[in-house]
């Protein structure tokens, strides 16, 4: 079935660094990703859908330019949280559609921790 | 945006019993997906209901879809304890094209009692 791999699934970075996070689609190519965020207790928000070879489309209120997502080939799209802060410690979960007749596929997430 | 609102936001049941999940949504829809999570941990998809379906059935359970209303059921029957964890349910929208992700509901938090 189609497995959509994410790394790494935990990070823990001082305030001001980047964190990049990769999502790749394993066994299809994923023209379109989505990135997710998920706060304790909370459910998912879309962050951002990542389109391969050309710009993200971010969801309202999500920072184009903290949030930076690349998806350079079919297989790999990347978010890298930039200059980060305490209060971007959450749950980031990416997933791929295989087509449009099969359900989506989710990453296992990645939890940063912001120190 | 959220659109999918969940009751009851937690459920605790014995083991054995039966568990409902409420789901309600806004806008048209192409299909409705439920999927469990476990603590921390990432999605597991369960099933996916078409918006022309009513109920469908895999294993232990049991989806409805109840488009006038903008709501579905989900039933976990005989419940076990590896059932619990969290149940989200997500709409992909009508009219997105196939590539605008999925809404999420608030979940239900879903704890069966051994």
């Known amino acids: 079935g189609a497995v959509v791999s994410q790394h790494p699934s935990r990070v823990i970075c001082k305030s001001g660094t980047s964190v990049k996070i990769e999502c790749r689609s394993l066994d299809f190519q994923a023209t379109t990703m989505f990135w997710y965020r998920q706060f304790p207790k909370q459910s998912l928000m879309l962050m951002a859908t990542s389109n391969e070879g050309s710009k993200a489309t971010y969801e309202q209120g999500v920072e184009k330019d903290k949030f930076l997502i690349n998806h350079a080939s079919l297989t790999l799209s990347t978010l890298t949280v930039t200059s980060a802060h305490p209060e971007d410690s959450s749950f980031y979960i990416c997933s791929a559609k295989r087509s449009a007749t099969i359900g989506y596929t989710f990453g296992s997430g990645t939890r940063l921790t912001v120190v | 945006s959220q659109q999918g609102e969940e009751d009851p936001q937690a459920l605790s049941i014995q083991e054995g019993e039966n568990a409902t999940m409420n789901c309600s949504y806004k806008t048209s829809i192409n299909n409705l997906q439920w999927y469990r999570q476990n603590s921390g941990r990432g999605l597991v998809h369960l099933i996916l209901i078409r918006s022309n379906e009513r109920e469908k059935h895999s294993g232990r359970l049991r989806v409805t879809l109840d488009t006038s209303k903008k709501s579905s059921s989900l039933l976990i029957t005989a419940s076990r304890a590896a059932d619990t964890a969290s149940y989200f349910c997500?709409?992909?929208?009508?009219?997105?094209?196939?590539?605008?992700?999925?809404?999420f509901g608030k979940g239900t938090h879903l704890i069966i009692q051994p």
């Open positions: 997500a709409t992909d929208e009508r009219g997105g094209g196939g590539a605008d992700g999925l809404t």
